[in-house]
């Protein structure tokens, strides 16, 4: 499977932005927890959010939490992650990332290691 992260684009502080992230090859996308995380310029990768093959269960960094909401559709080869009130330290590369091993679990959701599969990253700048 590969994954193709997009959406990302100049929004003005307290705006809003939907990113994608749309799965290619592979049959077994539905069975697969979806993470995004982000890189800020000087920064090293950090979790924002991840969601379960199920949808059952969401889980948010602090920073994020109450802002950003990803979902899934049963189905659809296609995750989302709405961002709302969006602050200038949001500005990051964005990557969505699939852990086809199923390795993911309620406690090891934000470790990078989980996800065996990257999208390429689409840029967010939060600027006025």
């Known amino acids: 499977v590969q994954l193709q992260a997009s959406g990302g684009g100049l929004v003005q502080p307290g705006g809003s932005l939907r990113l994608s992230c749309a799965a290619s090859?592979?049959?077994?996308?539905?069975?697969?927890?979806i993470s995004w995380f982000r890189q800020a310029p000087g920064k090293e990768r950090a979790f924002v959010a991840a969601?379960?093959?199920?949808?059952?269960?969401?889980y948010y960094s602090d920073s994020v939490k109450d802002r950003f909401t990803i979902s899934r559709v049963k189905g659809i080869k296609r995750v989302y992650l709405q961002m709302n009130s969006l602050r200038p330290e949001d500005t990051a590369v964005y990557y969505c990332?699939?852990?086809?091993?199923?390795?993911?679990?309620?406690?090891?959701?934000?470790?990078?290691?989980?996800?065996?599969?990257w999208g390429q990253g689409t840029l967010v700048t939060v600027s006025s």
């Open positions: 990332a699939a852990d086809s091993r199923r390795y993911y679990s309620g406690s090891n959701f934000a470790t990078e290691g989980v996800y065996n599969v």
């Open positions: 090859g592979g049959t077994s996308f539905s069975n697969y927890a």
């Open positions: 969601i379960d093959w199920r949808a059952i269960n969401a």
